[in-house]
């Protein structure tokens, strides 16, 4: 796992990493107790997730 940085561009967020050119999958707030920062404009938190299988 890598960290990276996120914009959000209308309905979509855009990750991007110096360590990685092409990610396969990404994780989001995947560990037990996530500190989450992705909210909506509802300050509702987003849910922990994740894409791909990353294993």
């Known amino acids: 796992m890598k960290p990276a940085t996120a914009k959000i561009k209308g309905r ?11 990610p396969i999958y990404i994780r989001y707030a995947f560990s037990g107790k996530p500190d989450v920062n992705l909210v909506n ?15």
């Open 12 to 22: 979509t967020v855009v990750l991007k990493s110096k360590e990685i050119e092409a």
């Open 41 to 55: 404009g509802a300050d509702l938190p987003a849910y922990p997730f994740r894409t791909g299988t990353g294993e």
